[in-house]
């Protein structure tokens, strides 16, 4: 399972960086958006992987997952979107000013 994660996770790293080293616009905000999901998936690996096992520690619990990495994930994921939703905004603003979507400005 640990295995599967993490290569998951370099997976999603590898296409992010590929495509944030684009020179045009939209694959850029595609690759920070998966290196965002990488970040998630990593901060979620953190919080021990068990299977039904509970966020709150009772008497009698063997196992137990963290909630920390969960609730910072959610987080994350409602930043991401609305940052992500205002870069694209932005990029289609300077795609109409300049005439371009190369991220120099140059074709």
């Not at 963290?66 to 609730?71: E, I, T, Y």
Request: neutral net charge; hydrophobic residues 55%; glycine residues 8%.
């Amino acid at each position: 399972m640990e295995i599967l994660i993490a290569s998951g996770i370099g997976v999603v790293t590898a296409a992010g960086i590929y495509l944030t080293l684009r020179a045009r616009t939209f694959p850029v905000i595609l690759g920070l958006t998966l290196l965002s999901y990488a970040v998630n998936l990593f901060l979620v690996s953190t919080g021990r992987l068990a299977i039904n096992a509970p966020p709150i520690v009772h008497e009698g619990t063997k196992a137990y997952t963290d909630p920390l990495p969960q609730a910072l994930v959610l987080t994350a994921i409602v930043i991401g979107f609305a940052m992500t939703a205002f870069v694209l905004v932005l990029a289609l603003k300077a795609r109409r000013e300049l005439g371009s979507d190369h991220v120099d400005g140059r074709e």
